[in-house]
């Protein structure tokens, strides 16, 4: 088609939508990792299992004991802006779950070979569904839902291009479980890849422990618990020592209301509040579990959801700088900083 040739505007047929969204949610195997995980959650999961074959690439499959998907919803589950979670623009704008586009399950299945294997209290069996035929079949598993993603980018070589080594990819997918099992101590993950167990957590009350044990006893143990409330806002978490400070970023871990995100603003108020204790472009290390009442927040700014913004981004700024900077006061008893927040 030469540029200034005239085609008729047409719809685009409804495969290719989702696969021109699956270039903004899909990137690599870690965003699948990302998605599924996120649906476990919002299901109610306790206990969630990824297994990955050659990096995610070749094969994930998320499993997890939540409410599962009645076998008639199941077809709905992988058509476009379809959502068991939100119903109008009220509940848009004060939701809870992570997610509530209903596109991530259409992108993925549109750039993979996705099947979907579910069971929810009151079915007498699980049903299976294959993403690309349709078909649907009895299937055997508890309550709770599997999803089988394999060759991803299959259909799309310009993706499958950027992919990186097997063991790149395996690194984060494995940093995409790390990132939701910081904030959800309750809930028991596991991750294997090629058959062996590569990493575990186990379900704890406490998300203090919950820190241990993703970030390490070194890390937390360097480290001032911080909280704070301020109005409309809590932060509690973790300052790292500027001694545990690093050349790159990959030590901080924010969340908002239980999501994480990547935030400039409370990057900037985190690196101002080490200011004086940190030389030399090295990265703190912190993890800042924000609390915001919902309508103050809107994370419906990008398809990942990763970014947010807020309603008034001076006052999370100041309350993020002023937790940092109280928690690494030199004054401060060790002891006490290093009580549960
Ligand atoms: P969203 O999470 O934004 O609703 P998805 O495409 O990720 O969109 O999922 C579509 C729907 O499928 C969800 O709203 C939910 O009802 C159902 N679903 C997906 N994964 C699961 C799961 N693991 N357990 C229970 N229901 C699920
Ligand atoms: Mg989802």
Redo the contacts with the bound molecule.
Sequence with gaps: QAAGGRRPIRELPDELVSQIAAGEVVERPASVVR??V???L????RQVTVKLEAGGVRRIV?E?D????PAA?LP?????H?????GNLSELENVA????????????ASVSELS?A?RTDSDAHATRLEGRSGELNPSARAV????EVRELFFATPARRKFLKTDATELAHCIEAVRRHALARPQVGFAVWHEGRLVEQWRATASIEQRARDVLGADFVDASRALTLQAGPLSISGRAGSPDSARARSDHQYVYVNGRFVRDKLIAHAARSAYEDVLHGGRQPAYLLHIEIAPERVDVNVHPTKIEVRFRDGREVHQAVRRAIETALAPGRAEGAALLPA
């Design positions: 998605e599924l996120d649906n476990a919002d299901a109610g999961a998320v997890d939540g409410a599962g998907i919803d709905l589950a992988l058509k476009r379809a959502t068991s979670k939100i779950t992570m997610g509530f586009r209903g596109e991530a399950l259409a992108a993925i979907i579910s709770g839902t599997t999803v």
